[in-house]
């Protein structure tokens, strides 16, 4: 079962951003995702956008690339500050992070 499959948005645009107030700076996130997230001068962690300019405003999302997905999912799980937060653009539900129902 892929991952679309197991959050039950298979073809559906997700977006991922971070809290950066949960944020531990382990950087867990860049290792598996880093065209998606990176470690600012400040030690937290930021969503990039599609210029690869890292988005610094509060709830800031960017796209989830689909051949990304795993690797952004993994970083959600993985992350010790339960900060990421992966949503549907639809209706912004989240369907991974700390906040999935």
């Given at each position: 079962m892929s991952v679309q499959q197991e959050a039950g948005v298979e073809g559906e645009a997700l977006e991922v951003w971070i809290d950066q107030d949960l944020c531990t700076g382990d950087g867990i996130c860049a290792q598996y995702a880093p065209e998606v997230f990176e470690?600012?001068?400040d030690g937290l962690a930021y969503v990039k956008g599609?210029?690869?300019e890292l988005?610094?405003?509060p709830g800031a999302a960017t796209?989830?690339?689909l051949p990304l997905l795993t690797d952004v999912v993994?970083?959600?799980k993985e992350c010790p500050g339960e900060c990421i937060h992966v949503r549907?653009?639809?209706d912004r539900a989240e369907v991974f992070g700390p906040d999935a129902e």
């Amino acid at each position: 079962m892929s991952v679309q499959q197991e959050a039950g948005v298979e073809g559906e645009a997700l977006e991922v951003w971070i809290d950066q107030d949960l944020c531990t700076g382990d950087g867990i996130c860049a290792q598996y995702a880093p065209e998606v997230f990176e470690l600012d001068i400040d030690g937290l962690a930021y969503v990039k956008g599609a210029d690869d300019e890292l988005l610094q405003s509060p709830g800031a999302a960017t796209p989830v690339p689909l051949p990304l997905l795993t690797d952004v999912v993994d970083s959600v799980k993985e992350c010790p500050g339960e900060c990421i937060h992966v949503r549907r653009v639809s209706d912004r539900a989240e369907v991974f992070g700390p906040d999935a129902e």
